[in-house]
């Protein structure tokens, strides 16, 4: 939902440090395995309780995430690299409730409830990517992509935002998580809302 709205004002800085990356010879699947690494080492840090690494971590891996895209647009994007990136990013979103899930008992529904809503919410946009790129439909809302991005209330910022919550306030990781799930289910809805509209023959 903020995605879009975002993008006028983080690429303009991510495009010039792309830029700065690309001339010194950095790839953008390097920056995308190196942002995973990180990404999955904040849920390993909050599995074990170290929250406030957990966070650092989490904000570390979405500026590598922005750096990846701006150092594919410097040197020529990829479909193997957007392939690479849609990739890391679920495998990213799905750890964190994991990592949440193992860190205490009250957890583990929470955490397997929102790690579905995630799974079914990437198959919604996957599945509406498909078929929007079969019939040759385009969108530049969220910036020059490998493939369509149909936008949803539950997108990137969003998501990031109540993985900041949880880590400020992990004691309401219960109520966020199924909040943020029961968000997940209503852009299930609103995609498949979308398609009708717009794949029906």
């Given at each position: 939902?903020?995605?879009?709205?975002?993008?006028?004002?983080?690429?303009?800085?991510?495009?010039?440090?792309?830029?700065?990356?690309?001339?010194?010879?950095?790839?953008?699947?390097?920056?995308?395995?190196?942002?995973?690494?990180?990404?999955?080492?904040?849920?390993?840090?909050?599995?074990?309780?170290?929250?406030?690494?957990?966070?650092?971590?989490?904000?570390?891996?979405?500026?590598?995430?922005?750096?990846?895209?701006?150092?594919?647009?410097?040197?020529?994007?990829?479909?193997?690299?957007?392939?690479?990136?849609?990739?890391?990013?679920?495998?990213?979103?799905?750890?964190?409730?994991?990592?949440?899930?193992?860190?205490?008992?009250?957890?583990?529904?929470?955490?397997?409830?929102?790690?579905?809503?995630?799974?079914?919410?990437?198959?919604?946009?996957?599945?509406?990517?498909?078929?929007?790129?079969?019939?040759?439909?385009?969108?530049?809302?969220?910036?020059?992509k490998s493939f369509f991005y149909s936008t949803g209330l539950a997108e990137g910022a969003e998501t990031i935002a109540v993985f900041i919550a949880m880590c400020i306030w992990p004691a309401w990781f219960p109520l966020l998580a199924f909040a943020y799930a029961g968000l997940c289910t209503a852009t299930i809805i609103q995609r498949s809302a979308m398609a009708v509209a717009?794949?029906?023959?």
């Amino acid at each position: 939902m903020l995605d879009a709205r975002l993008r006028p004002l983080i690429d303009p800085p991510l495009n010039r440090a792309g830029l700065l990356l690309a001339g010194l010879g950095v790839t953008a699947n390097a920056l995308t395995f190196t942002g995973l690494a990180i990404g999955l080492a904040g849920a390993a840090a909050i599995a074990a309780g170290h929250i406030g690494w957990g966070l650092a971590l989490i904000i570390a891996n979405r500026l590598t995430d922005g750096l990846d895209g701006a150092v594919a647009r410097a040197r020529g994007p990829s479909d193997l690299g957007g392939y690479f990136d849609i990739v890391a990013d679920f495998a990213f979103y799905v750890s964190i409730p994991v990592g949440f899930g193992l860190l205490a008992p009250a957890n583990l529904l929470p955490a397997l409830v929102l790690t579905a809503s995630f799974v079914l919410t990437g198959v919604s946009f996957l599945a509406f990517a498909v078929i929007a790129g079969k019939r040759g439909a385009e969108t530049q809302a969220h910036g020059k992509k490998s493939f369509f991005y149909s936008t949803g209330l539950a997108e990137g910022a969003e998501t990031i935002a109540v993985f900041i919550a949880m880590c400020i306030w992990p004691a309401w990781f219960p109520l966020l998580a199924f909040a943020y799930a029961g968000l997940c289910t209503a852009t299930i809805i609103q995609r498949s809302a979308m398609a009708v509209a717009a794949f029906r023959d």
